[in-house]
């Protein structure tokens, strides 16, 4: 009886965490005015000054101008600048330091185009350096790791429909250096990087669109990824990936935010298998972009999802990673391709950005304030 009780107050205290978590959006609460094609954005202490600073990647499949966003320390953005003199097909951007000098440079990834690393004078002005990758891909996204372990933060790309890339770091920002990952005829539009078996080597977790199999590239330890085990139906159409331990049982799991059709985890076992899953977004929404973190300070890793001609929408874990609570965060009805969390006017909270495609650029501040009976 008393466990029973127990439990039901969790889910209780759980479901009133779900019913009081709120978002503030304002006409204030935009970067810039600009309607742009709007991919991808990255967010850091461009600046140095303690604050979060956004980068925003423009143009998709025409060339577009790609320009920084300044916080002033409460959550508006009052400064902007243009990164470099020309306008690419920018797809994805990441911030990282890439030279080891302890401050945040930038890599772009652009469609058909070249990709280029810009390096942060460590006040947040930026040089054009290296490039990186193929210099004509169908890019769709970088992602950052140090996948061969020796310090530095290398670069994955994908690219839809041709063979996807990691290109390693030499210690200072220049990656002539790079490998073969996934399929050649991949349409590959994200990758996730974590050690996936727990073997000290980190894996990829492929999405995959085109109705193509999604797997998980397990590392050798030399960067060999020969062994893959798949998860998923086998013909979903996923545009994007995230990686946590959501059950909490040791095993990292994956959540898929996939177009047309509903949004799925899927856990991971000790079996090294992906069998077991739970849908928590039911709808057949175009699923463009996800985020996680923990949106109302319970201790449970939360979803967030981006959707193309749909609402956006957080789903908030009330009971181990078996039941969600849907919380609309608008009645609009945008191309949002790229969604991310953090905590814009340090409060504690995190707040969520979205990256809009021709429509502006917004972010909703988190006013989550607990409710216990």
């Known amino acids: 009886m008393r466990i029973l009780t127990l439990v039901c107050f969790s889910i209780l205290v759980s479901n009133l965490h779900a019913q009081s978590l709120k978002f503030f959006n304002s006409g204030r609460l935009i970067l810039g005015t600009y309607k742009e094609r709007t991919a991808s954005m990255g967010i850091g202490d461009i600046d140095a000054d303690g604050d979060m600073d956004i980068l925003v990647a423009n143009g998709r499949h025409w060339p577009g101008q790609n320009r920084i966003f300044i916080n002033n320390g409460r959550g508006v953005f009052t400064v902007s600048q243009i990164l470099g003199d020309e306008q690419e097909t920018s797809y994805s951007t990441e911030l990282a330091d890439f030279d080891n000098d302890g401050d945040l440079d930038i890599a772009v990834g652009n469609d058909m185009a070249p990709n280029y690393i810009f390096i942060n004078d460590g006040t947040g002005h930026y040089t054009k350096g290296a490039s990186f990758g193929e210099t004509y891909a169908p890019t769709r996204n970088i992602v950052v790791a140090d996948i061969d372990s020796d310090g530095d933060l290398d670069i994955l790309i994908t690219n839809r429909g041709k063979e996807n890339e990691i290109c390693l ?22 990758v996730e990087v974590a050690d996936m078996n727990n073997d000290g080597h980190l894996d990829l977790v492929l999405a995959n669109r085109d109705d193509q199999p999604n797997y998980v590239y397990l590392n050798d330890g030399e960067l060999n990824f020969s062994k893959k085990i798949p998860y998923g139906t086998g013909n ?19 959540i898929t935010a996939n177009i047309g059709e509903p949004n799925v ?47 956006n929408n957080v789903f908030v874990n009330t009971n181990n990673a078996q039941t969600w609570s849907k919380v609309q965060l608008n009645n609009e009805a945008f191309s949002t391709y790229d ?14 950005i979205e990256s809009n495609s021709d429509e502006l650029n917004q972010y909703y501040f988190n006013r989550f304030t607990p409710k216990f009976p």
């Open 265 to 311: 985890i899927y856990f991971g076992s000790k079996k090294g298998n992906y069998k077991r899953s739970v849908v928590f977004d039911d709808s057949n929404d175009k699923s463009y972009s996800l985020s996680i973190g923990d949106l109302d300070l319970d201790g449970n890793i939360d979803i967030i999802i981006g959707n193309v001609a749909a609402p």
């Open 339 to 352: 969604i991310l969390t953090s905590d814009l006017n340090a409060d504690g909270k995190l707040d969520i």
């Open 236 to 254: 979903d159409i996923t545009r994007s990936v995230a990686i946590v331990d959501l059950d909490k049982d040791g095993y990292l799991d994956i």
């Open 169 to 190: 770091n030499d210690g200072t920002g220049k990656f002539a250096k790079s490998i073969g990952f996934g399929s050649k005829k991949d349409s590959t539009i994200d």
